[in-house]
């Protein structure tokens, strides 16, 4: 197959100066463009940088393979950009924390184009790329017609075993469906050979199912590799055999280490031309299906989380500083039309941008539960796991109209129905109580596992095969899961809700410090849940009454996000290594910038993937924040947490200072910890899990 085919000497660019990727990303957009493969060049390069924020192009040996994929792309085609220059590690990051990219590859990907000739060539090149010899020949090629004959001339090399110890299978995904799936796949292929086995990989990429591994395949293999970043489908077919279960990345840094691991699972098993059947079939790793789901889920909600929360950031600057009203009153239905404020024109369509983006946050749960059933029981699960997140995050009770009572405190200060921490509070008293995330994962595992049930058990007649997905499975499932909020999932987590935001009532009139403690503690704990809102809505009655400041409160809210935003940036730097994955520290980002404009739902990713490490070092760390600048004489009256509240604070350098301590304290907290889990890991010889 002529890799030539999907490039020309117009897009090979030897000997370039450029210095950083900006610089690149925009010279091969434009050059796309001016060849006619992409519409636009700033939407490709949007794709480009959109590929770049899900995990790192660059490989080793100074390879990197950035791709955009969009419908801007006319036609599949890849660019060669060989530097004069390597850029730095920091310039352009690899999986080889030490690597120096020198050479790109540059593909452009059509958004539907699964199957095409051109696409397939793009795969192709991402598995010859695996090969070293390969990725020299093209360093050293000379001109861009050398570099051309080169990729019409050199063929992927034939593996042959050293021997016949067995088959080995895989099965490898990565996000875009391209580069990882088939450098992983080939990475496999060639240890294996090396190593004296047979392998077969299959591909689930952009071109669907590739190299499908049959039932007679399976028979015959010793262990199967699972090599990927998002939810693999048919595993069904692999329930008997020894498995290992890695990111995309591990056989591409080492695959060496991943046979070995998988190795060590078969334990003497020989080849055999026969049935290969396990006196006890092996289950996949319970564990590791919880890991990946809850990644396929906050995947799926991160864009949601992000665009709710630039709406709200937009709407309230603004509101404040453009349109000169009170920070307080932004979202407030005094600025509906029929409100008393009369609002019209621009101050209307302001407070509906903030409004909407306070809608788009409560179906991030919804979106979560969806995707977490996704990824264990694939389209079936969805309807039953948007149903527990529609109910973890309390719309029912929005929807129906739950009835709400201010509280006394509330309609004395003037704040009737313009604060949802009033209303949540309310919707206590009344019962409406959502389960918060906690219910959105446990709800979203529950029908993942119950559909993928249903599929595998329930039977029925070939001629309704079709009611199956689209009527019995969704019906039964979406009444188990309603059956099992009310009667279980919501009592128990709302009832826990309940009792923490009782506690808070009746411990305010404690000292000073302590209920600072006990505010910040219950706003940190689920990051704009139902507890965060009890605890408020209490506080903001109390402000109002001039009884007790939201110092702690506000410091609360952004310490936990700007501190765990924190941390995926400087870990490398404190333990001379990443402790998160890749979805986590482009999460982490968010989180820090979110952390600012006081939308601590930032934080959300990192609870759900580890809440037994987040939760508490939040807490640990909002309380230390609090007390700290409590103590050294910092007030804050109005509930304004976000970087433009700061100038309304009494004792500023012992605000600042408390926040700082708190975002140290949640940084350096998570740091560590992780660290120390990753180094306990190693030692075992297990493979990390975030």
């Given at each position: 197959m002529n890799l030539s085919q999907a490039t020309s000497e117009q897009l090979i660019f030897l000997n370039q100066p450029f210095m950083t990727k900006e610089e690149i990303f925009q010279f091969v957009a434009e050059k796309f463009e001016n060849e006619g493969?992409?519409?636009?060049?700033?939407?490709?390069k949007a794709a480009l940088y959109e590929r770049e924020s899900m995990g790192v192009t660059g490989f080793e040996n100074g390879l990197a393979i950035p791709h955009g994929k969009s419908r801007t792309v006319k036609k599949a085609a890849f660019a060669v950009v060989r530097l004069e220059k390597p850029l730095a590690p920091s310039d352009y990051a690899s999986l080889n924390a030490e690597n120096q990219v020198d050479t790109l590859f540059v593909l452009a990907i059509p958004d539907a184009q699964a199957g095409s000739n051109h696409l397939m060539l793009l795969a192709d090149l991402s598995a010859k790329l695996g090969d070293i010899s390969y990725v020299k020949k093209i360093k050293a090629a000379k001109t861009p017609g050398e570099l051309l004959t080169l990729l019409d001339s050199v063929e992927k090399a034939?593996?042959?075993?050293?021997?016949?110890?067995?088959?080995?299978?895989?099965?490898?995904?990565?996000?875009?469906?391209?580069?990882?799936?088939?450098?992983?796949?080939?990475?496999?292929?060639?240890?294996?050979?090396?190593?004296?086995?047979?392998?077969?990989?299959?591909?689930?990429?952009?071109?669907?199912?590739?190299?499908r591994i049959t039932a007679s395949d399976v028979s015959r293999a010793i262990g199967v590799i699972f090599a990927h970043d998002v939810a693999l489908g048919e595993l069904e077919r692999f329930t008997k055999l020894p498995k290992v279960d890695v990111s995309v990345s591990e056989p591409i840094k080492d695959a060496g280490k991943v046979i070995a691991a998988l190795l060590e699972k078969v334990d003497g098993r020989q080849p055999s031309n026969e049935t290969v059947v396990d006196e006890v079939p092996q289950k996949q790793n319970f564990l590791k299906v919880l890991s990946t789901s809850v990644m396929t889920g906050i995947s799926y909600m991160i864009p949601l989380l992000v665009a709710a929360g630039l709406m709200m950031g937009i709407a309230t600057l603004t509101w404040a500083y453009l349109l000169h009203l009170p920070m307080t009153a932004v979202g407030s239905a005094a600025y509906l039309p029929g409100g008393a404020a009369h609002a019209a024109g621009v101050t209307l369509y302001v407070n509906y941008l903030y409004l909407f983006g306070g809608l788009l946050l409560k179906f991030i749960y919804p979106v979560f539960g969806m995707f977490v059933a996704y990824a264990i029981a694939g389209r079936t699960g969805l309807v039953a796991g948007f149903a527990g997140g529609l109910f973890a995050s309390g719309l029912q009770f929005t929807i129906w109209g739950a009835s709400i009572a201010i509280p006394a405190t509330t309609a004395?200060?003037?704040?009737?129905?313009?604060?949802?921490?009033?209303a949540s509070l309310a919707a206590f008293n009344k019962g409406a109580i959502?389960?918060?995330?906690?219910?959105?994962?446990?709800?979203?595992?529950?029908a993942g596992f119950l559909v993928k049930w249903m599929n595998e058990h329930i039977k029925v007649s070939k001629n309704l095969q079709a009611i199956k997905p689209m009527f019995l499975i969704p019906g039964l499932s979406v009444f188990v899961i309603f059956v099992l909020n009310f009667s279980l999932v919501q009592p128990v987590f709302g009832g826990m809700n309940q009792a923490i935001a009782n506690w808070i009532t009746s411990m305010s009139g404690s000292g000073k410090l302590l209920l600072t403690a006990i505010i910040a503690a219950c706003t940190a704990f689920d990051l704009g849940g139902p507890v965060n809102k009890a605890a408020g809505a209490i506080n903001i009655a109390l402000a109002a009454d001039k009884t007790f400041p939201l110092t702690g409160r506000v410091l609360a809210i952004v310490i936990p996000p700007i501190g765990l935003g924190l941390s995926t940036i400087i870990d490398r730097f404190v333990v001379r290594r990443r402790v998160y994955p890749e979805d986590l520290r482009v999460a982490g980002g968010t989180s820090f910038l979110l952390g600012f404009i006081a939308i601590s739902e930032g934080g959300i990713p990192f609870m759900l993937r580890n809440?037994?490490?987040?939760?508490?070092?939040?807490?640990?760390?909002?309380?230390?924040?609090?007390?700290?600048?409590?103590?050294?004489?910092?007030?804050?009256?109005l509930p304004l947490p976000a970087i433009w509240g700061w100038p309304l604070v009494?004792?500023?350098p012992a605000y600042l200072l408390g926040l700082l301590v708190g975002v140290l304290v949640v940084a350096f907290g998570n740091i560590f910890v992780r660290f120390a889990l990753i180094k306990r890991q190693e030692a075992r010889g297990e493979t990390v899990d975030y």
């Open positions: 493969i992409v519409e636009s060049a700033d939407a490709y034939e593996l042959k075993a050293n021997g016949n110890k067995g088959l080995i299978l895989g099965v490898t995904a990565c996000a875009a469906g391209i580069a990882h799936t088939y450098m992983a796949a080939e990475a496999i292929s060639k240890k294996a050979a090396e190593m004296g086995y047979t392998a077969k990989v299959e591909k689930q990429g952009a071109n669907g199912i590739e190299d004395k200060a003037g704040l009737q129905g313009t604060n949802t921490a009033v959502p389960s918060g995330f906690l219910g959105a994962l446990i709800l979203g595992l529950i809440p037994l490490i987040t939760i508490p070092i939040n807490i640990i760390g909002a309380v230390a924040g609090s007390t700290t600048a409590v103590a050294l004489g910092a007030v804050q009256w009494a004792n500023i």
